[in-house]
């Protein structure tokens, strides 16, 4: 078979020399490379009290968005479920009855709505595909948890909060 | 049998065809869009303007090109016709305007509409249309009309292509369903709010080419590309009972005809089939149905039909077959 890389080599079942069978030249060889890399930059930050510097697009948790007067903007229509790759988007839609125009922007509106963060890869095409403005990854981290069922995150945990305001910690701004 | 050019394709076809049932003979991308053309409605066609094709010779006794563009769907052949139809910057840029005018009032509320995914005037307006709308002016607004428990109407959606008009006429015996005013103001209404009754009212579903009449039993339950059309059939005393089933998971969500290549149904079916039947036992499943390959109903779903055969001597880098 003929090989397309030389990162693999081929077991052989051969004597070793002499050489080889002292062992010596080898564990030299290993530890000049331990050596090395203590005089090398360290690539660990101390967390608790160094933070990592996060990017201007990284993108976090998802957050469903309400407009300036507290309505909802999500109408489930479906766009962000059938651009996700992972396929972890899924919803239910409900038509909007009277005396509902304040909770709800649009006819029709998400009546569950559940993202599975274990299989979200956090690639924002759900923010790219919605016509409504309403699904934003935020900066904020995923939090981690005990239990697979907790990750999935339904509205209790996606909408955001009444009276909140768009800051810079859980809404990117949006920009075109 | 008479010889015709569409974009310098030619097609030999019988007398008194028109151009654009001569383009669809022909297959391809040829053929003209056509939102009020329907070939199974009698008197169909001339509506919307959006099948205008260039003659640029009338025929090989009279050469001489037609001074205006033409409606495809309403004008017949001549022997020696030479049609330009997607090679005519003229025609393009004519078709533009056509979907500015059809969106003019249209409310593009299609993350709402339940038509979204399989709607005409949205593959039209991704095809032909500009990005931007230049109108200013408030779109217009109808009261709401309640048109019995299955089927909905919304006004608003409309662009007036009298299809669900000759339906009504055609299928059903007597005339409950039909537009009413003029211009600007014209509305599809039934009259003095005349619950459509008749057993094949259903089938204004499916030839209304945007989502101004849809299945009330189906209204916001899914989104078209989430649910999986099944060809089906069972005994119906009224109809044939071929239809399509739309499945998410084991259930059935909706019950439309056979929409061909242009959207057309098959064959009518009844308001039974369409609205009640909605039990898989119901229905004798026969296989998934084929979905164009630009459709978004294709997204997430497994095709028919293709094989992939693993490579015989699995080993690194060895990708024959």
Redesign the interface.
Known sequence: MQLLTNRSKVVVNKEMTLMEKLYIPAIFGGMMITIKHLFRKKVTIQYPEQKREFSKVYRGKHILKRDEQGRENCTACGLCAVSCPAEAITMVAAERKKGEEHLYREEKYAANYEINMLRCIFCGLCEEACPKDAIYLTEELMPANYDRSNFIYGKDKLVQPLGTSAHPKTYKPYTK | MIKVTIDGVEIEVEPGTTILNAARKAGGAIVPPAMCYYSKLKGSGGKCRTCLVKVTAGSEKDPRPMPKLVASCSTGVQDGMVVQNITSPEVVEARKGVVEFLLLNHPL????CDQ?GECHLQDLAFEHGAAKTRYEEERRKFDKIDIGDKIQLHMTRCILCYRCVYTADQITNERVHGVLKRGDASEISTYIENVIENDFSGNVIDVCPVGALTDKTF?????V??VKPMNAHRDCSKCCGKTAVWLHGEEIYRVTGRKDQYGEVEEFICNECRFDKKSKSDWVIEGPREVERWS?IR??KYEIGTQVQAPKNI????ITV
């Open positions: 509320d299609c993350p709402i979204a209204r916001f339950k899914s989104r590309w989430f978004v997204q997430n080993g690194y880098g060895n």
